[in-house]
């Protein structure tokens, strides 16, 4: 059993099992079972040391995130999709940062927690789950309160996140697509669409539907969903999905901000914005199903 590398108290059978799955790395649907503990990579371009690309408060997320002191963010570069139409490709393909410590995460942490941030916002956090477990233990032990947000672009394994069940209060993955051959041409992840059905599932098995404080999210799930021109993203059939079933009261929000970035402009499919028309039908019928929408 590999260690998490800390001189801090031991960590919980929990945090130990997460970093076992980093040798051979079956800690996401890749499976790409490299030693990450040895300094070995996969899909995902990180070893077992994370590369965070900036930590801070942030107002751009949805305003039930973001309060009155902003959604306090930690970007971890690398990812485990190939999204041709990335809106970050310099931290999630190039992976701008810089190399972080368990501990230097849980001091990341209390330090968005006394600039008066109202949750943890883990950005892009599917492959550094190990060390991301291991830090919250540790802040939650010198003080950490707010709760913790797992903001993820939703190709995440079931076995990884039942380990992760009592660390995160706020689930936020992304619903992309619902057709195989979309999300293998868009994201090189051709079993997306059920394995995040089955992630989405999951998250909402230990959290529930969204609440909130005060207006501020406190627990539970909040799927954010990108409408794709031509319909690539498969909106009706989420939208079924998430009313049928995962709750008929689930939180969505129906996202309008698609612009083609990376490669996506040499894409003919995807190289405009998607037109008011066909965010508007997908917003729309999000409504008409009776489910929780962010206007
Ligand atoms: S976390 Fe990274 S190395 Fe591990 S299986 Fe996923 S993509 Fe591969």
């Given at each position: 059993m590999a260690l998490p590398p800390t001189n801090t108290d031991s960590f919980s059978d929990s945090v130990q099992k997460l970093w076992d799955l980093m040798n051979p790395c079956t800690l996401c649907p890749r499976n790409c079972k490299v030693d990450r503990t040895n300094g070995q990579t996969g899909f995902c371009g990180i070893a077992?040391?994370?590369v965070v690309s900036s930590v801070g408060p942030h107002f751009g997320e949805e305003s039930v995130l973001v309060g009155r002191g902003g959604s306090g963010t930690i970007f971890f570069a690398g990812c485990n999709l190939g999204c041709i139409f990335c809106q970050n490709s310099?931290?999630?393909h190039q992976r701008h940062g810089s190399k972080v410590t368990?501990?230097?995460?849980?001091?990341a942490m209390l330090g968005l927690q006394k600039f008066g941030c109202c949750n943890i916002n883990f950005v892009t956090p599917t492959h550094v789950v190990p060390t991301i477990a291991a830090a919250i233990e540790t802040a939650r032990k010198k003080g950490l309160a707010l709760p913790t947000v797992y903001n993820t672009g939703g190709y995440d394994s079931v076995e990884t996140l039942k380990l992760l069940d009592g660390f995160i209060d706020i689930y936020m993955p992304d619903m992309k697509?619902?057709?195989s051959g979309v999300a293998d041409e868009l994201s090189s992840a051709p079993d997306y669409p059920q394995i995040n059905q089955t992630a989405v599932r999951e998250m909402h098995r230990q959290?529930?539907?969204l609440t909130t404080k005060n207006s501020v999210a406190t627990h539970g799930l909040l799927v954010r969903h990108?409408?794709?021109p031509e319909n690539l993203a498969g909106s009706i059939e989420i939208i079924d999905f998430l009313s049928e079933q995962i709750s008929p009261k689930t939180t969505i929000n129906v996202m309008d901000q698609y612009r083609p970035c990376f490669q996506a402009?040499?894409?003919t499919k995807i190289n405009r914005r998607p037109s008011r028309d066909e965010f508007q039908s997908a917003q729309q019928y999000a409504?008409?199903?009776?489910?929780?929408?962010?206007?």
């Amino acid at each position: 059993m590999a260690l998490p590398p800390t001189n801090t108290d031991s960590f919980s059978d929990s945090v130990q099992k997460l970093w076992d799955l980093m040798n051979p790395c079956t800690l996401c649907p890749r499976n790409c079972k490299v030693d990450r503990t040895n300094g070995q990579t996969g899909f995902c371009g990180i070893a077992d040391m994370p590369v965070v690309s900036s930590v801070g408060p942030h107002f751009g997320e949805e305003s039930v995130l973001v309060g009155r002191g902003g959604s306090g963010t930690i970007f971890f570069a690398g990812c485990n999709l190939g999204c041709i139409f990335c809106q970050n490709s310099d931290i999630s393909h190039q992976r701008h940062g810089s190399k972080v410590t368990i501990e230097e995460i849980a001091e990341a942490m209390l330090g968005l927690q006394k600039f008066g941030c109202c949750n943890i916002n883990f950005v892009t956090p599917t492959h550094v789950v190990p060390t991301i477990a291991a830090a919250i233990e540790t802040a939650r032990k010198k003080g950490l309160a707010l709760p913790t947000v797992y903001n993820t672009g939703g190709y995440d394994s079931v076995e990884t996140l039942k380990l992760l069940d009592g660390f995160i209060d706020i689930y936020m993955p992304d619903m992309k697509y619902s057709d195989s051959g979309v999300a293998d041409e868009l994201s090189s992840a051709p079993d997306y669409p059920q394995i995040n059905q089955t992630a989405v599932r999951e998250m909402h098995r230990q959290v529930g539907d969204l609440t909130t404080k005060n207006s501020v999210a406190t627990h539970g799930l909040l799927v954010r969903h990108l409408v794709l021109p031509e319909n690539l993203a498969g909106s009706i059939e989420i939208i079924d999905f998430l009313s049928e079933q995962i709750s008929p009261k689930t939180t969505i929000n129906v996202m309008d901000q698609y612009r083609p970035c990376f490669q996506a402009s040499s894409h003919t499919k995807i190289n405009r914005r998607p037109s008011r028309d066909e965010f508007q039908s997908a917003q729309q019928y999000a409504l008409q199903k009776g489910l929780n929408v962010l206007l």
